[in-house]
């Protein structure tokens, strides 16, 4: 989870940044700058893909040990029709695990800081299905989960859920006590000092969360798979791939795999522009420094 | 910067004479509220406020000067209802209403800090004390919009407070007390923070403001030149515990204007507040 983090970091600036500049990309510095930063990934994107077809044609691997970039734009086109039901099969756990997450995080944060009983009551709960391992529940979750589709559905969510619940909760009590005492001043009532001000408060945390669950929910969803064992129609990207190490059809193992991280880059994507969105206008973290 | 004084009475007989400018209520008025024998001690033992007792008038501009932990912010915040005195009474004689239900809706605080929510325009910023009483939008236009006016902000309606410079924070922070057109104003140190020729702007026209709405103002302040400058009576405090050492009024006319920061009467009260303040912290280390 730390490292996803740590590594978000970096990658969230230039995105941020670009998003910043559109005002004023009539200024033809501005416009290189931009054209640079979409020039330099696309570039370096294409050396390393030379490099493997290079290397492949060069060094004669075999194609079961390391297929070259265009056996695997083959097998992507020519296996769509196994790989994309997949995909799909993927995505929908992971978005429904994300949105139940959501939900259930900012209700819990909301409950949990409403007083100190119920956060000490509940909290080590949270805290306890976060840190034992997904791998390690996965097979009691089967067992008493009715499908094999709604047991990775929960493992899933159990995995997202954390990161949005305490990120959540720690904004919802980061509230400037001067605002909490200007509120009581004018006489606002618990909902009103919710409402209006400790979830705008928590958003930014909230949105952290959102980023670092959204990750999360992909990798869960592919980790819950692979300890369900599932098989057959109906499964996900993760025993795709499974089946094309058994079978050594590593162009497709290949293609499932870039199909993986597309999907994971897509939605971290997603979630900082969502971020970035929201907070433009006003927090620290989205304004660009003016120096 | 006191030196031992030759002529302790200040120069109340100032060639504008007093009260030449505006006419103020007579002293005898029934106070809008009053403190009576105020202790307060906080959870960690210390004695915040002993013994504190004022009674504050209609129209009067009363600064509350003091070192730092004088207990001035403390009265301030009792009078706003923030938190209870250990012991005494805080009276609202000139109330029809229970005291809570009236305080909620006639007391206008402004912050050291600025404290706006920075996710909100300037106007909803502004809207925020109609809107916890359950005024909409619209219904709120007007208010929200002459608050804006008088701080000089109407075109500022809808920037966010990160694009605005200290000041013209400080004046949405005073927008949004006045909006609520409360009776009585509560201000704790609002200018601190800021350069000196904003303050001194600030101090201006929130002189001017005072001058045309006749409300009671209640002002925190360890700057002695800013309490002459704005008051017409300075309650001066000491620390540990914080208590009233002086209660002193400044006969000086309004309006004031910056020629009046140069004035010899100037001069005078602040060497008086001056020493007033001096006399209690030697006071305190003699004990």
């Known amino acids: ?291 | 910067m006191t030196t031992a004084t030759d002529t302790n009475a200040p120069l109340r007989d100032s060639p504008d004479g007093p009260g030449a400018g505006t006419a103020r209520p007579a002293q005898t008025a029934r106070p809008i509220v009053s403190l009576r024998a105020i202790n307060k001690v906080f959870s960690n033992g210390t004695v915040a406020l002993k013994d504190m007792s004022l009674d504050v008038r209609p129209g009067e501009f009363i600064s509350l000067l003091g070192p730092s932990g004088c207990g001035k912010s403390t009265v301030l915040r009792l009078i706003a209802g923030l938190g209870e005195a250990t012991s005494g009474a805080i009276d609202w004689p000139s109330d029809r209403q229970d005291r809570q239900g009236s305080a909620d809706h006639e007391i206008g605080f402004v912050f050291q800090e600025p404290t706006l929510m920075p996710w909100a325009s300037v106007f909803n910023n502004v809207w925020l004390p109609l809107r916890l009483k359950g005024r909409s939008r619209a219904t709120s236009r007007e208010d929200v919009m002459n608050a804006l006016e008088m701080v000089g902000l109407e075109n500022f309606a809808n920037a966010y407070p990160r694009e605005l410079s200290g000041g013209m924070k400080m004046r949405v922070s005073i927008a949004r007390a006045l909006v609520t057109r409360p009776k009585l104003l509560l201000m704790d140190e609002p200018f601190a923070a800021l350069d000196e020729i904003t303050r001194f702007k600030l101090n201006n026209d929130l002189l001017h403001l005072w001058e045309s709405f006749g409300w009671t103002v209640i002002f925190v302040t360890h700057s002695v030149f800013e309490s002459v400058y704005l008051s017409d009576r300075i309650v001066v405090m000491a620390a540990r515990p914080g208590r009233v050492v002086a209660d002193m009024a400044i006969d000086a006319p309004y309006p004031r204007e910056d020629d009046f920061r140069t004035s010899t009467v100037y001069n005078d009260y602040c060497r008086d507040v001056s020493n007033a303040l001096h006399a209690a912290m030697d006071e305190k280390a003699d004990a």
């Open chain 1, 1 to 291: 989870m730390s490292t996803l983090e740590t590594t978000s970091k970096p990658v969230s600036t230039p995105a941020a940044a670009v998003q910043e500049e559109t005002p004023s990309s009539t200024d033809p510095n501005r416009l290189g700058e931009r054209l640079i930063r979409i020039l330099i990934p696309v570039a370096m994107l294409g050396a390393l893909i030379l490099l493997w077809a290079w290397y492949v044609t060069a060094y004669d691997v075999p194609h079961y040990i390391l297929p070259s970039p265009s056996r695997v734009t083959r097998a992507m086109i020519e296996d769509w029709h196994i790989l994309g039901p997949a995909l799909l099969v993927t995505l929908k756990i992971t978005f429904t695990a994300l949105a139940m997450a959501l939900v259930g995080g900012v209700a819990l944060a909301v409950l949990l800081i409403q007083s100190k009983w119920i956060e000490l009551a509940l909290y080590p709960y949270a805290v306890i299905l976060q840190v034992t391992p997904i791998v390690a529940i996965a097979p009691l979750i089967l067992i008493y989960a009715p499908t094999t589709q709604s047991a990775l559905l929960i493992c899933a969510w159990l995995v997202a859920f954390f990161p949005i619940l305490s990120n959540t909760a720690q904004g919802l009590k980061s509230v400037d006590h001067n605002l909490l005492n200007l509120f009581e001043l004018y006489g606002a009532n618990r909902w009103q000092s919710l409402y209006l001000l400790r979830l705008p408060a928590a958003l930014p945390y909230f949105l952290t969360g959102l980023r670092i669950g959204g990750g999360l929910a992909l990798i869960a969803a592919v980790v819950a798979e692979f300890a369900a064992g599932s098989a057959g129609a109906g499964s996900g990207l993760a025993f795709r791939l499974l089946e094309s190490q058994f079978r050594l059809n590593i162009p497709r193992l290949f293609a499932a795999l870039i199909l993986l991280s597309v999907t994971g880059v897509l939605i971290f994507f997603a979630t900082s522009l969502i971020s970035h969105l929201l907070l433009h206008k006003w927090h620290e973290s989205a304004v660009k420094r003016e120096n």
